[in-house]
């Protein structure tokens, strides 16, 4: 149970969202110089919204989203590269299923295939490291890199050995089987969790999630520490549904 400090109730303003996560971030200064887009279907809008002055790379290997992709960017006036890869840890071409879980649209979901069943359509398409992509531009530093790539998470974090050490923030979409795997990835690098966002239940049982770290050298150098100037009972929030 949250305390509430003698029943006070304070407004919930703050939600358990990207947009309000990414908000959070900007309002705290943390460095953002480029934005590493991994798996966007046709766009990221909590990205555009928050780090629309900021240049966007978009890593996306399904033909089909293209056009709409490069539609939303163009007019949100956002500066971006669309790199039609499939971010993986090596270089090279590899199979990739695809499938829709919704009436009406063509794919809702494409992931990298080590096998073949009879459910879905399969393509190949050229696999590259975000280290070698990253490594071929000279990019302005630090780096947010967000990865939503329906399961290939993990190759996408051992693609990015040397690229991680240049992110403030990673953001990461997680299961509940898979969270602590990818949680200890991104720790190992040298990276605190701070936030929990986007929330997904199935049959009422929570399922899925974002998580959202911090380089922990900028939590050291600009003083991030939770309570680290004391406690602020003013700060302090539990959430209470209306």
Known sequence: MGLNFGGRRKEWKRHPLKGHAFKKLNEMDVPVATVIDVGILSSTEELIHAYRDKK???IEPIAEFEQRIRETYDKAGVDYELIKVAATDADGDLSMRTKSVHDGIEITHAQIAKTKD???EYRTVPGRRLDTIMGERSLAKPYLLKV????AEMSVLRGAETIL????IVCIEATMATFFERSEEIKRHGFQLIDIVDLCYYDDRLCQVDLIFLNQKIITDKGYKIFGDGFDISKWKTYEPK
Not at 148 to 151: A, E, K, L, P, S
């Open 165 to 168: 050490a240049d992110c403030s």
């Open 118 to 120: 009879a459910a879905g």
């Open 148 to 151: 939503d790539v329906d399961g």
């Open 56 to 58: 966007q790379i978009l």
